[in-house]
């Protein structure tokens, strides 16, 4: 649902998933399109359609996934939705337009417009303290107090995946950093305005959403709250076979549990047709067709750049619930969804009035769709101005690893064990031991070796310039010839008892290991910086949000382990 280290990076890089296996989703072969079109009969439109769906059709093979649905919007009309592949793999059933896809995120714009909305009534100002709206609430702070503000734009200073409701009363919530300083993408922040309007709305926030939202668009065929008794509407959706690994291209997916969720963060399931109906609202800045949402003044609140967030983007910034944005040129407001098993991306172009939406039935990482609808955008502004339609972005073979060779070289551990990459064209292999393992791009100087020994961590290159001085691997790490620095590190002693496995059941989060690399603990592949000797501060930036708590240590490990308060218990492998 998020962005930054919290419930979506978990998943990225292997802290996430779990349950049983049930159905591998196998490569799509045909061309898997069901498309409906509605509104705009613009025939200039047909030939962007068309080389959208081809793109589609190729993005959805070269990423390994099942299906993706899709709404195209202008302020005037929607002028398609589109669904593409299965609803069911192991039927083969398509996917039909009033499947519901789990928006993510996306839910957070509907949350600050619903209280901007308050704001209009005078029953909410954002700069007023929350604890004078919650008096519950338990903050351990030194800074001046949070206001809804604060919460609308990430700027809190609260944990990203903390515990709405601590389960002990000495262990409150905290702030990193003065309210208003720094963007950190924060679900806690979006779960506590959901129970901020239902205390000034006085309903649950379901019907809070249903009512101010959803009953002024037309948007008849969502759902704003995510249970069991819906489950037969959504198409049938997956995740990564294991879950304490990252997955690389092509990895197995197999059938995600059912979840059910009713927070601020990310409760909304919709269909392509009512985020149609959503998108026109944006264009419109507040209006729908049943009158206006928000006001002008409260859409204005709403798209305002109030902080940087480069999360989003170089040149990003945060407005009420959703990323202001410039592409091409123009402004777009724009936000990523990422639930346990879908992943979705909206994107709303105010400067050309187009919008798409698009989302796919399957979790792979930090994936979003973002590609479908900036591509789709393009192609909507070229056709309706006569220019010639781009070209589709390059085809992403992750398996292609530009300038190789100069990755190449040997490595050596401290304890004299050997690894080296090797580069054969734009390929680039790993051997250790006398075996030769081709790598796959994971990110920025960071690549996969899926189904081989390797395939528990990521791969991670230490750069001197633009010299490969390092490799790590979990905890393991090797020098390269250009190595200058130390090779050997003191460490306290207690931190060896937190080296391990741990696991939490939920599907948000699921296993997740702890490992000691030269002088550093690191979990989820984040560093581990002391603040006391059981408590930890995550990441090197002084100003995160999250903790890392270790407890109850018994023979000489600890058997929990305690991210933002969310448990997690020792296992062994």
């Known amino acids: 649902m998020s962005e930054g280290l919290s419930?979506?990076?978990?998943?990225?890089?292997?802290?996430?998933?779990?349950?049983?296996?049930?159905?591998?989703?196998?490569?799509?072969?045909?061309?898997?399109?069901?498309?409906?079109?509605?509104?705009?009969?613009?025939?200039?439109?047909?030939?962007?359609?068309?080389?959208?769906?081809?793109?589609?059709?190729r993005h959805l093979k070269e990423q390994g996934l099942p299906g993706l649905t899709h709404a195209l919007a202008s302020r005037e009309c929607t002028l398609r939705t589109a669904t593409y592949g299965m609803r069911d793999v192991k039927t083969h059933e398509p996917l039909r337009a009033e499947d519901l896809f789990e928006i993510g995120s996306i839910s957070k714009s509907f949350v600050a417009l619903c209280a901007l909305q308050l704001r209009e009534e005078g029953?909410?100002?954002?700069?007023?303290?929350?604890?004078?709206?919650?008096?519950?609430?338990?903050?351990?702070?030194?800074?001046?107090?949070?206001?809804?503000?604060?919460?609308?734009?990430?700027?809190?200073?609260?944990?990203?995946?903390?515990?709405?409701?601590?389960?002990?009363?000495?262990?409150?919530?905290?702030?990193?950093?003065?309210?208003?300083?720094?963007?950190?993408?924060?679900?806690?922040?979006?779960?506590?305005?959901?129970v901020l309007l239902e205390t000034l709305d006085g309903r649950p926030l379901r019907e809070v959403l249903r009512s101010r939202v959803f009953a002024r668009l037309g948007m008849d065929a969502s759902e704003p709250i995510l249970v069991n008794a819906m489950r037969h509407r959504l198409p049938t959706s997956y995740w990564p076979l294991q879950d304490d690994r990252p997955l690389g291209r092509g990895g197995t997916l197999v059938e995600a549990p059912h979840i059910t969720f009713d927070g601020g963060a990310g409760c909304i399931s919709s269909t392509p047709g009512d985020m149609a109906l959503y998108l026109r609202m944006l264009l419109n800045r507040g209006r729908g067709?049943?009158?206006?949402?928000?006001?002008?003044?409260?859409?204005?609140?709403?798209?305002?750049?109030?902080?940087?967030?480069?999360?989003?983007?170089?040149?990003?910034?945060?407005?009420?619930?959703?990323?202001?944005?410039?592409?091409?040129?123009?402004?777009?407001?724009?936000?990523?969804?990422?639930?346990?098993?879908?992943?979705?991306?909206?994107?709303?172009?105010?400067?050309?009035?187009?919008?798409?939406?698009?989302?796919?039935?399957?979790?792979?990482?930090?994936?979003?769709?973002?590609?479908?609808?900036?591509?789709?955008?393009?192609?909507?502004?070229?056709?309706?101005?006569?220019?010639?339609?781009?070209?589709?972005?390059?085809?992403?073979?992750?398996?292609?690893?530009?300038?190789?060779?100069?990755?190449?070289?040997?490595?050596?551990?401290?304890?004299?064990?050997?690894?080296?990459?090797?580069?054969?064209?734009?390929?680039?292999?790993?051997?250790?031991?006398?075996e030769r393992i081709r790598l796959q791009r994971g990110g920025p100087d960071r690549?996969?070796?899926?189904?081989?020994?390797?395939?528990?961590?990521?791969?991670?290159?230490?750069?001197?310039?633009?010299?490969?001085?390092?490799?790590?691997?979990?905890?393991?790490?090797?020098?390269g010839e250009a190595y200058k620095g130390p090779r050997q590190f003191d460490v306290p002693a207690a931190w060896r008892a937190f080296v391990g496995t741990y696991r939490n059941d939920s599907p948000w989060y699921g296993t997740g290991r702890v490992v000691l690399r030269k002088d550093r603990l690191l979990f989820a592949g984040e560093p581990l910086v002391p603040l006391t000797g059981e408590v930890f501060h995550v990441g090197e930036d002084a100003t995160g949000t999250e903790r890392v708590r270790f407890s109850d240590v018994v023979g000489g490990r600890a058997m929990r382990l305690f991210f933002s308060e969310t448990e997690f218990r020792r296992v062994d492998e």
């Open 7 to 57: 419930r979506r990076e978990l998943l990225s890089w292997g802290v996430g998933a779990g349950f049983a296996a049930l159905a591998r989703v196998p490569a799509l072969d045909a061309e898997p399109i069901v498309a409906t079109t509605a509104g705009d009969a613009d025939p200039r439109l047909t030939p962007a359609f068309a080389a959208l769906d081809a793109f589609v059709v």
């Open 123 to 194: 029953k909410l100002d954002v700069d007023r303290p929350l604890r004078e709206y919650l008096p519950w609430l338990r903050i351990e702070s030194g800074y001046a107090p949070i206001t809804p503000h604060h919460l609308l734009t990430h700027s809190s200073g609260l944990p990203g995946s903390g515990v709405t409701f601590p389960l002990s009363e000495t262990r409150p919530l905290w702030t990193a950093h003065a309210p208003g300083a720094v963007f950190h993408y924060c679900n806690l922040g979006y779960d506590l305005l959901g």
């Open 289 to 434: 067709p049943k009158g206006r949402v928000v006001s002008e003044e409260s859409f204005a609140l709403f798209s305002k750049r109030w902080i940087d967030a480069p999360s989003f983007g170089k040149g990003a910034s945060y407005g009420y619930g959703i990323a202001v944005v410039e592409n091409d040129g123009h402004t777009v407001l724009r936000h990523t969804g990422g639930m346990v098993s879908f992943s979705s991306a909206l994107h709303a172009d105010l400067d050309a009035s187009l919008g798409s939406f698009a989302s796919v039935h399957a979790s792979t990482g930090g994936y979003r769709p973002n590609a479908v609808g900036l591509h789709a955008l393009a192609l909507l502004r070229a056709a309706r101005e006569g220019r010639p339609l781009p070209e589709a972005p390059p085809p992403d073979d992750a398996w292609r690893i530009e300038k190789a060779a100069a990755l190449a070289g040997a490595f050596a551990a401290p304890d004299g064990r050997r690894l080296a990459l090797e580069a054969e064209g734009e390929s680039l292999w790993l051997r250790a031991d006398g």
């Open 447 to 479: 690549f996969l070796a899926p189904g081989s020994r390797f395939g528990l961590f990521p791969l991670e290159l230490v750069r001197d310039g633009e010299a490969v001085v390092e490799l790590h691997w979990g905890g393991e790490w090797y020098a």
